[in-house]
């Protein structure tokens, strides 16, 4: 079994930084997907950042700005900003497609969301 939970989010001036962070705890899992979607305002969910097998991978609206990285020793992953912008504004989600135990397909983790007000 596996949850997530993320913190950091908070309000920051437009150009500012934060860094989230996304913790999976649990037992007999295993990951091999995780990172952040974001829900804007009137909007509907979109990809942020995620680490696959094959690396990291940004959604267009973030490229250049955010920065995925993890700590796999205990299963976190971070999603540094910068250059925020208004419209950076929304609640980000945490996720992760897990195993659990044996189970060959995994399935979809979500955390509770962080909120980030971007705002002066």
């Known amino acids: 079994q596996v949850q997530l939970v993320e913190s950091g989010g908070g309000l920051v001036q437009p150009g500012g930084s934060l860094r989230l962070s996304c913790a999976a705890s649990?037992?007999?899992?295993?990951?091999?997907?995780m990172g952040w979607h974001r829900q804007r305002p009137g909007k509907q969910r979109e990809l942020v950042a995620r680490?696959?097998?094959?690396?990291?991978n940004y959604g267009d609206t973030v490229k250049g700005r955010f920065t995925i990285s993890r700590d796999n020793a205990k299963n976190t992953v971070y999603l540094e900003m910068s250059s925020l912008k208004p419209e950076d504004t929304a609640v980000y989600y945490c996720?992760?497609?897990?195993?659990?135990?044996?189970?060959?397909?995994?399935?979809?983790?979500w955390g509770q969301g962080t909120q980030v007000t971007v705002s002066s």
């Open positions: 996720y992760c497609n897990a195993k659990l135990g044996g189970a060959p397909y995994p399935y979809t983790v």
């Open positions: 680490f696959t097998t094959d690396g990291a």
């Open positions: 649990g037992s007999d899992f295993s990951i091999n997907v």
